[in-house]
């Protein structure tokens, strides 16, 4: 066993079954119509490629891609608050 109190970070092949379960937890939830918009499941998802990814040149674009996806997520979900909140939606 290895000691996490070291500051060694854990292999790679423990992190890929959390996030498989991970996955597998948040797709099981009563409400599929909400996953494109699930931050966990998209963050469980990168975590798998992550630790599969063997590519350096992919490793790079993904992650920016999956940052855009996140904050088109964020923004999606405040829009209509700032609009509110300068007053140009009812």
Known sequence: MTD???GSAPPRRWLAPI???VVVWRVALPSPIGLWRDWIL???LYGIYACVASRPSARRD???AVLAYLLGIYIHGQYPYVLAGWGLFP
């Open 42 to 44: 998209i963050l469980s």
């Open 19 to 21: 996030f498989v379960a």
């Open 62 to 64: 993904v992650p920016l």
């Open 4 to 6: 996490l109190r070291s």
